[in-house]
């Protein structure tokens, strides 16, 4: 069965970071696109970051740019979000999930993704 875990989250002061994983098991990450998305609540789903089939190419949404980092370990079958200078406003659950087309993960959109993993709560305080 093809499934998605995420770990890592958790409650941290603003400036500070942590490391979301995205472990799978009974699928290979590296030949599909994955994406993050985050949700904080009342609020929309919003793509975070993508990184295409053997990592070629990453997508940033414009909030995350230059603070959020995507990439793989290959050998551990997992993707990491780096989340670095963390803000307030950062916080929400965030997903890991796959895209069986690469317009999703250009797009940063959900459209196409079709597995997701169970959401790992990020809290940033003030």
């Known amino acids: 069965q093809e499934q998605l875990v995420e770990s890592g989250g958790g409650l941290v002061q603003a400036g500070g970071s942590l490391r979301l994983s995205c472990t799978a098991s009974g699928l290979t990450l590296d030949d599909w696109a994955i994406g993050w998305f985050r949700q904080a609540p009342g609020k929309e789903r919003e793509g975070v970051a993508c990184t295409s089939d053997r990592g070629g190419r990453t997508y940033y949404a414009d909030s995350v740019k230059g603070r959020f980092t995507v990439s793989r370990d290959n050998a551990k079958n997992t993707v990491y979000l780096y989340m670095n200078s963390l803000k307030p406003e950062d916080a929400a659950v965030y997903y890991c999930?796959?895209?069986?087309?690469?317009?999703?993960?250009?797009?940063?959109?959900?459209?196409?993704?079709?597995?997701w993993g169970q959401g790992a709560p990020v809290t940033v305080s003030s």
């Open positions: 999930a796959r895209d069986f087309s690469d317009y999703g993960c250009a797009h940063l959109e959900s459209v196409s993704f079709d597995l």
